[in-house]
């Protein structure tokens, strides 16, 4: 009997050819913004050894939104071009060519993790952060909290990169509500100290990542699916949990929003994460059974059959591998030998079957 992993699944008017997803990887291998042949090889291999599909990794929409110089952006028109040629070839290989759009708040201005990850100052080529209120990541580091009109641009920004995804022929968009990051900043109540209609609440909180969804579907289209990813859990007393991710889902659901990609932590340095093969599934679970959504499992699944055992006990519609697919490019092609399943290889590799 065919595995679960190599069915394809449909979500709008897209269908993956199987459950196997490249998660959004950040490759600090860009100038101002442009991608390159790295993006094209690093993608495109992964195309080639059987992804159903792609997701490019964290992707700024504005300057000041990278995590590092070195990121990936959308913010101006000339960034399209490159991205076109990408996802061509993405495409040729029958995969779907995914983009994560992204903003990193007051994590941003840092150094890649081979030059250090170590915060920049303007004199090091690093820029002014920004989050929902005035607190820095690290005690010792500063942040300035968006007024209304910061606020404003943010959402501007979201749908500007949505257009331009669009331009560039990517069918999945997610949005970035993750791993600490602007949209996280503001859910989180460790992070979010405001006043406003964008603090305090749960419905205050959310208010941001709405907004942001309801801008980019002003742009992407209706019959393309639209991810959204998320952390289940700070790690830490007080912070952003398991049930205010279920009800952020549910209200996702409603919106539109086709998946929840289920990670978890990244919003403080003092979080206490119980790392672990599997160790998010469970949160994919709860979220996907308690909103009643479609979503991805992610962290520390490394094995064919520790992905298919996944989706067999209903715990999650994809499976995203992160830095297993770095070892391994072609881990769709041997996950597909070991579950004897029957897949078509590139043409060019048949001899290698
Ligand atoms: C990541 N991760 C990540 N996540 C994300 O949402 N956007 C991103 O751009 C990145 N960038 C990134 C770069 C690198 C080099 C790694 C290793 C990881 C997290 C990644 O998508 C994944 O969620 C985690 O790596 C956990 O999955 P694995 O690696 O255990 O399969």
């Known amino acids: 009997m065919a595995s679960l992993l190599f069915s394809p699944l449909t979500i709008k008017n897209r269908t993956f050819k199987n459950r196997i997803v490249i998660s959004p990887m950040c490759q600090y291998s860009a100038e101002d913004g442009f991608a390159n042949n790295w993006h094209l090889v690093h993608l495109g291999s992964r195309a080639v050894g059987g992804a159903g ?9 504005s300057p000041e939104g990278r995590i590092s110089p070195e990121d990936l952006g959308i913010w101006k028109d000339e960034h399209v071009q490159k991205l076109k040629e990408i996802n061509a070839f993405i495409l040729s290989q029958n995969a ?29 080529g690093g820029w002014q952060t920004v989050s929902a209120s005035a607190i820095g990541y690290h005690d010792e580091e500063q942040t300035t909290a968006l007024d209304q009109n910061g606020i404003q641009k943010v959402v501007t920004d979201f749908k500007a990169a949505a257009k331009r995804a669009v331009d560039a022929g990517f069918q999945v968009l997610e949005i970035h509500a993750a791993h600490g990051y602007l949209l996280h900043q503001f859910l989180s109540p460790l992070s979010n100290e405001r006043t406003d209609k964008y603090g305090g609440s749960f419905e205050n909180r959310i208010r941001l990542t709405l907004e942001i969804v309801e801008a980019v579907q002003t742009e992407w ?3 393309l699916p639209l991810f959204v990813r998320i952390s289940a859990s700070d790690w830490a007393e007080g912070g952003w949990n398991l049930q205010e991710s279920i009800q952020l889902a549910a209200i996702l659901k409603q919106k539109g929003v086709d998946l929840i990609d289920v990670s978890s932590g990244g919003l403080v340095s003092h979080q206490k994460i119980a790392v672990g093969p599997n160790y998010q599934v469970s949160f994919s679970e709860n979220i996907k059974k308690g909103a009643d959504i479609k979503t991805s499992a992610v962290g520390l699944i490394t094995e064919a059959q520790q992905a298919e055992t996944i989706l067999q006990e209903n715990q999650a519609d994809l499976i995203m591998f992160g830095r297993e697919s770095l070892r391994n490019p072609n881990l769709p092609l041997d996950f597909a030998a070991l579950l004897n399943d029957d897949i078509q290889w590139p043409k060019q590799y048949e001899r290698a079957k």
Do not use: C, F, M, Y
């Open 96 to 124: 779907i060519p995914g983009i994560q759009i992204a903003h990193a708040g007051r994590k941003a201005s840092v150094s890649a993790p081979w030059k250090g990850n170590k915060k920049l100052d303007k004199t090091q």
């Open 221 to 223: 289209p209706l019959d």
């Open 53 to 61: 599909l792609i997701i490019q990794e964290a992707t700024a929409v």
